[in-house]
Nanobody
């Protein structure tokens, strides 16, 4: 089991940037067999895949809607992952969730693969 805590959400104008953080605390084991992902849920919509990282293999997958604008990175020393969001659009407005699941190649964009979830952080992009 992994405890996840997101931070970094807020209100930003269209075209602006935000960086989300997800601090991960595994219970016992390391992250070598873990996939970390970001999902989001906009008001009135289904949860949507944003990006995923395979911790051991450095494989990263992005949703088409964010490719080229969002960057997923990690800090091994801090057990923290980051989602740098540039060129934000009003349609990026959502609650963003960090999730952790077993390692899988290729990384999964299916939310059912992920067992542990953070509490979410709100991102609001004004037009």
């Amino acid at each position: 089991q992994v405890r996840l805590v997101e931070s970094g959400g807020g209100l930003v104008q269209a075209g602006g940037s935000l960086r989300l953080s997800c601090a991960a605390s595994p219970s016992g084991s390391t992250f070598s067999t873990t996939t970390i992902a970001w999902f989001r849920r906009a008001p009135g919509k289904e949860r949507e895949f944003v990006a995923a990282l395979d911790w051991s293999g450095d494989e990263i997958k992005y949703a088409e809607s964010v490719k080229g604008r969002f960057t997923f990175s990690r800090d091994d020393a801090k057990n923290t992952v980051y989602l740098q969001m540039n060129g934000l659009k009003p349609e990026d407005t959502a609650v963003y969730f960090c999730a952790a699941g077993p390692a899988l190649y290729p990384v999964s964009s299916d939310s059912s693969h992920y067992d542990d979830w953070g509490q979410g952080t709100q991102v609001t992009v004004s037009s």
